[in-house]
């Protein structure tokens, strides 16, 4: 059975710090994995991770995949309150079920 | 353009009542995907389809759940004899088409309340 699991689940920080998500999985035949960011409702689209090593980068938020270690971190730098959501990590695998499988997220909070 | 559309935004039920919950996906996708968000957890997969058919539905917890595409666009998820462990919030997703490389965009989900 496929498992993502993210840490920390809840980060309260103050604005303006550096935060660092972490996400490990295991799965069988990985596909990809991809960042959400859950504010109220809809899950929005941050990033898709095949490649190791190759850092994706949009704005001050950026991911990195490690696939012999099996995790991927998201980094955000110089948060602003409007960072405050959950972040959802998920991977796709080609086991048989197309749909994703997330971890639970983390929470986190900017304080001005 | 648009994107993905589910109504009703919120639904409040008696246990035992039967619901369907509609979705409306990005146009011109062709998979969509249903999954089941509870209070403090990740979306659950729940049913996958590729364009009219059910591709996969590995992830309906029991034949309470059934759900149909019959011309390859809205869907309907359609829970009977609803229970309250059935509360949650219902999201759906589409992309372009079924591929391993194509992101999944979200609506903004059902609220399933069952008293």
């Known amino acids: 059975e496929d498992k993502v699991v993210q840490s920390p689940l809840s980060l309260v920080v103050h604005e303006g710090d550096t935060v660092t998500l972490n996400c490990s999985y295991e799965v069988t035949n990985f596909r990809s994995l991809l960042w959400y960011k859950q504010e109220k409702k809809a899950p929005t689209f941050l990033f898709m991770l095949t490649s190791s090593g190759i850092e994706k980068k949009s704005g001050r938020l950026s991911s990195i995949l490690d696939k012999k270690e099996l995790f991927s971190i998201l980094n955000i730098t110089a948060t602003q309150t409007g960072d405050s959501a959950v972040y959802l990590c998920a991977v796709r695998s080609g086991g048989g079920a197309d749909g994703l499988t997330f971890g639970k997220g983390t929470h986190l909070i900017i304080q001005p | 353009g648009a994107g993905v559309s589910q109504t009703p935004s919120n639904k409040v039920t008696e246990k035992g009542k039967y619901v369907e919950l509609r979705c409306d996906p990005i146009?011109?996708?062709?998979?969509l995907y249903w999954y089941r968000q509870s209070l403090g957890q990740g979306p659950e997969f729940l049913i996958y389809?590729?364009?009219?058919?059910?591709?996969?539905d590995s992830g309906l917890p029991n034949d309470r759940f059934f759900a149909v595409r019959p011309e390859g666009s809205v869907s309907t998820l359609k829970i009977q004899r609803t229970e309250r462990g059935d509360s949650a919030v219902y999201l759906c997703?589409?992309?372009?088409?079924?591929?391993?490389?194509?992101?999944?965009?979200f609506g903004p989900g059902t609220r399933l309340t069952v008293l």
């Open positions: 146009s011109g996708h062709t998979a």
């Open positions: 997703a589409s992309s372009v088409q079924e591929n391993s490389y194509n992101e999944q965009f």
């Open positions: 389809f590729q364009g009219t058919g059910a591709a996969d």
